[in-house]
């Protein structure tokens, strides 16, 4: 008996659906070439079929180092309905490093692309397995082509397709990252959020990918979601506020995901920019991924209009979700538990602390996003108690539960035993007019054993001078309580970030400690 549709996507197979309806309507658009939804459906069927061929089973991982091109995607189309694990990994590593992840993920396959050849040559040489080599765009000493592989199989719709899904590796900030192995299949709580902010799938609708899809977050929310929903993709490969307008326009766009480091930014632009600027096509602009100061998404609201919305969640799960109509009434806030999961803020002995106090933040899992590190029962064990798990990440909950957050506990700055959580004097240096970025970290302080520094990039046609540093010193003072404050201003001309906007704070600190 044939699987209705509902049955399809919950078995990855999505595409096929709008490739029966839709065949000609475009799914994905990119520097790199476009699809079609019957193209990106032929792909993914020809791709699981040449997937097996190469050995992989259902279970497996298939490991992808890749720019935003349509191959990404039909490399994970091809595995969310083949019962496969997809692995991304970030092409800013060294060899080793990629080396290391696709060892340690235990990949059967490797697919990479010809942008990185010379990089993925070296680690063919560095890899402990034997996985399938394949390259996307062009050829590199050792992989098979990619075209060649698919020419070789048939596109027709697969007769036993399984839900696949990921494994993604931790940012590893602290020692090797460790892939985190989620419950196969699409969490339904995203397909929801994304339907509901698209009743009629077509040609209108639209999802622009604004970061690197091996970041969790481009790649479920702003990909993954919308392609289950029968949203086209438009990707981005690098980001700047100039082209996320014009796309925005010239596209069409509903859906996109952005970081707070890019509101920034796009408030930056010129006046006469933004005002030309139309956003009457947005439906829904989720961001996440680091603490948005409240000036910035105020703004942003003003702007855009009420379709911001906020989500807080890392990429082991867990996560609060808030509204603009919400957040308006609650500036600051991350919103309440998702369905079926649950939130408490702890103290160090596990205890629950009542509304407004400070502590860890714990999440309870909901039945169908458990996850363990691959590998490394130790380091699941150490991160749950029973059910529920930490991420480090500090904060409160007022006395509706509504979280705020105030900084992650890796992340302190603890002067003369006083805490101090940098994420707060951060927003408030984003505010001043001359200030790009900001990194506050601590750095040593004999008497009071930290002391807080802000290492700061600033806007074009600024000079950074002692004049701006005791400018910027005077600002924090009238706006923070001055235990909070900085002590001194660096100047930086380009703050290390992750690609999903959070600032590489250890690296900023590590510049100023011993080794």
Aim: aromatic share 8%; charged share 25%; proline share 6%.
């Amino acid at each position: 008996m044939p699987l209705t549709d509902d049955e399809l996507i919950d078995r990855g197979m999505a595409t096929a659906v709008y490739a029966g309806d839709a065949p000609d309507r475009m799914a994905v658009i990119s520097p790199y070439g476009d699809r079609t939804f019957h193209e990106l459906n032929a792909h993914a069927n020809q791709l699981v079929r040449a997937l097996r061929a190469l050995g992989a089973r259902s279970g497996e991982t298939i490991a992808l180092l890749c720019r935003n091109r349509p191959e990404f995607v039909e490399v994970y189309d091809a595995v969310l309905r083949s019962g496969l694990r997809l692995t991304p990994i970030n092409w800013h590593l060294t060899a080793d490093e990629i080396a290391y992840i696709v060892d340690d993920s235990e990949a059967v396959v490797l697919i990479g692309d010809v942008a990185f050849g010379d990089t993925l040559a070296a680690v063919a040489k560095l890899i402990a397995g034997s996985p399938a080599l394949v390259s996307v765009g062009g050829d590199i000493d050792g992989y098979s082509s990619y075209d060649d592989v698919l020419a070789a199989q048939d596109a027709s719709d697969i007769d036993d397709p399984e839900p696949g899904g990921t494994m993604l590796y931790t940012s590893g900030t602290t020692g090797r990252p460790k892939g985190v192995r989620r419950a196969m299949g699409m969490a339904p709580g995203l397909y929801r959020l994304h339907s509901r902010n698209s009743p009629h799938a077509g040609e209108s609708n639209r999802s622009l990918v604004t970061g690197p899809l091996y970041h969790a977050a481009p790649l479920t929310i702003s990909m993954t979601a919308p392609m289950a929903a029968g949203l086209g993709l438009v990707l981005m490969d690098g980001w700047s506020p100039d082209e996320t307008l014009t796309l925005i326009e010239r596209h069409g766009i509903t859906h996109t995901h952005l970081v707070p480091i890019m509101f920034h930014r796009l408030l930056a632009l010129p006046d006469a920019v933004r005002a030309a600027f139309d956003p009457s096509s947005l439906r829904l602009v989720l961001h996440g991924a680091a603490p948005c100061p409240i000036d910035v998404k105020r703004r942003m609201i003003e702007w855009w209009g009420p379709v911001i919305e906020e989500y807080y969640a890392a990429t082991e799960g867990g996560g609060t979700y808030i509204t603009a109509k919400e957040w308006l009434a609650r500036p600051g806030s991350v919103g309440k538990a998702t369905a079926g999961a649950a939130v408490e803020v702890r103290d160090e002995a596990g205890a629950v602390l009542p509304p407004g106090e400070i502590g860890t933040v714990w999440f309870r899992r909901s039945a169908i996003e458990p996850f363990e590190y691959h590998r490394d029962p130790e380091k699941t064990a150490s991160v749950h108690r029973g059910n529920w798990f930490t991420l480090g990440d500090m904060g409160f909950a007022d006395d509706e539960d509504y979280l705020f957050l105030t900084g992650r506990s890796a992340e302190l700055i603890i002067s003369g035993g006083v805490n101090i959580y940098p994420a707060e004097i951060d927003a408030v240096l984003l505010e001043h007019p001359a200030v790009r970025d900001v990194a506050s970290v601590g750095v040593p302080n004999d008497e009071w054993g930290e002391e807080v520094k802000a290492v700061v990039e600033v806007r074009d046609g600024v000079v950074a001078n002692d004049a701006l540093a005791e400018e910027l010193l005077a600002f924090c003072r009238q706006r923070l309580a001055h235990f909070k404050c900085p002590r001194s201003v660096d100047f930086a001309d380009d703050l290390p970030r992750f690609e999903t906007g959070k600032i590489y704070r250890r690296l900023v600190r590590d510049r100023y400690w011993p080794t």
